[in-house]
């Protein structure tokens, strides 16, 4: 196949991925929506032991119907053909380009879609987490959408800057952390969202506790990253550090999750404050993404829409 048929092809299945992804939330949403409440409910000391006090996780409300578990088994088969197509359509626009395929914003969004699915379907196998498959769906469908929508590029070749081993690892490492945060922050939203009272949602130290997983894997690999990227500007420019806006905001985004690991480990700030810190810092993220290439000149510049 020629290199534009390969290009046209990888558009298609990021079309296909689309849909996917969008019939797996629907199926995700219909599993939550229709299934039983769950709730905190405090053991009596008596039968904990003496300084007791305990709790355990009960449901309640009426059985859910017998199609609403298949839905959610139906979902995630959806989900992994989706991943399956975002990671075809990468691979065929690498192949056709004969770069690595996140050289500019367009590809870089499509690579972090995958990096979030990939990272949902992975705690998937682990435990039981289809609750945040709704939610997670969305963020990648919204992703996919705005990038093919306002971001997408020609297929083509990059500036000069571009041509070098580090893209693979620096642009990896920044791509995968920010899936894993992807995730963390959904978790975040669903516990600030939850109630005290029953809810479809597991309970609310359950999804914190979700989000700080998620970020205390992210956080090393991003910190991978800011390095990686100071030593590909000092081979490309013969600089580690220049003040440029992606520099400073992706400088930014480490302290704030740094913050927010901190926070997790200080006293009276477990909970919705720390909640609040992980979406701050992920707000950081997202300025550092869209904003920093869009709205912001410098030294990146060339990475940005097209």
């Given at each position: 196949?020629?290199?534009?048929?390969?290009?046209?092809?990888?558009?298609?299945?990021?079309?296909?991925?689309?849909?996917?992804?969008?019939?797996?939330?629907?199926?995700?949403?219909?599993?939550?929506?229709?299934?039983?409440?769950?709730a905190?409910?405090?053991?009596?000391?008596?039968?904990v032991?003496?300084?007791?006090?305990?709790?355990?996780?009960?449901?309640?409300?009426?059985?859910?119907?017998?199609?609403?578990?298949?839905?959610?088994?139906?979902?995630?088969?959806?989900?992994?053909?989706?991943?399956?197509?975002?990671?075809?359509?990468?691979?065929?626009?690498?192949?056709?380009?004969?770069r690595?395929p996140?050289?500019?914003?367009?590809?870089?969004?499509?690579?972090?879609?995958?990096?979030?699915?990939?990272?949902?379907?992975?705690?998937?196998?682990?435990?039981?987490?289809?609750?945040?498959?709704?939610?997670?769906?969305?963020?990648?469908?919204?992703?996919?959408?705005?990038?093919?929508?306002?971001?997408?590029?020609q297929?083509?070749?990059?500036?000069?800057?571009?041509?070098?081993?580090?893209?693979?690892?620096?642009?990896?490492?920044?791509?995968?952390?920010?899936?894993?945060?992807?995730?963390?922050?959904?978790?975040?939203?669903?516990?600030?969202?939850?109630?005290?009272?029953?809810?479809?949602l597991?309970?609310?130290?359950?999804?914190?506790?979700?989000?700080?997983?998620?970020?205390?894997?992210?956080?090393?690999?991003?910190?991978?990253?800011?390095?990686?990227?100071?030593?590909?500007?000092?081979?490309?420019?013969?600089?580690?550090?220049?003040?440029?806006?992606?520099?400073?905001?992706?400088?930014?985004?480490?302290v704030?999750y740094?913050?927010?690991?901190?926070?997790?480990?200080?006293?009276?700030?477990?909970?919705?404050?720390?909640?609040?810190?992980?979406?701050?810092?992920?707000?950081?993220?997202?300025?550092?993404?869209?904003?920093?290439?869009?709205?912001?000149?410098?030294?990146?510049?060339?990475?940005?829409?097209?």
């Amino acid at each position: 196949m020629s290199a534009d048929q390969l290009a046209g092809l990888s558009d298609t299945l990021i079309v296909v991925a689309v849909f996917a992804y969008l019939l797996a939330m629907i199926g995700f949403a219909l599993e939550l929506a229709f299934g039983r409440s769950r709730a905190e409910v405090k053991a009596p000391e008596a039968k904990v032991g003496v300084g007791g006090g305990g709790s355990r996780v009960e449901e309640s409300g009426p059985e859910p119907p017998a199609w609403a578990p298949t839905a959610g088994r139906a979902a995630l088969a959806l989900a992994w053909l989706g991943w399956a197509a975002n990671l075809a359509a990468i691979v065929l626009r690498g192949l056709a380009v004969g770069r690595w395929p996140w050289g500019n914003m367009y590809e870089f969004v499509v690579a972090i879609c995958l990096a979030a699915t990939t990272a949902f379907l992975v705690a998937q196998t682990r435990s039981n987490v289809r609750f945040l498959g709704a939610f997670v769906m969305i963020a990648v469908v919204l992703g996919l959408g705005f990038s093919v929508r306002f971001l997408y590029t020609q297929a083509g070749p990059v500036v000069p800057a571009l041509n070098s081993y580090w893209i693979a690892i620096h642009v990896t490492a920044a791509i995968l952390a920010t899936g894993l945060f992807v995730v963390g922050a959904v978790a975040g939203i669903l516990s600030l969202v939850r109630g005290e009272g029953p809810s479809r949602l597991p309970l609310r130290a359950d999804l914190e506790r979700i989000a700080h997983r998620a970020i205390v894997l992210a956080f090393p690999v991003w910190t991978f990253a800011v390095i990686a990227g100071a030593m590909w500007a000092d081979k490309a420019w013969g600089r580690y550090w220049g003040w440029d806006p992606k520099e400073v905001w992706s400088f930014i985004t480490w302290v704030a999750y740094a913050a927010y690991l901190h926070a997790r480990v200080t006293a009276g700030w477990r909970g919705r404050s720390t909640t609040i810190v992980q979406l701050l810092a992920f707000g950081c993220l997202l300025f550092n993404l869209i904003g920093v290439n869009i709205f912001l000149d410098g030294l990146h510049s060339y990475a940005g829409v097209e």
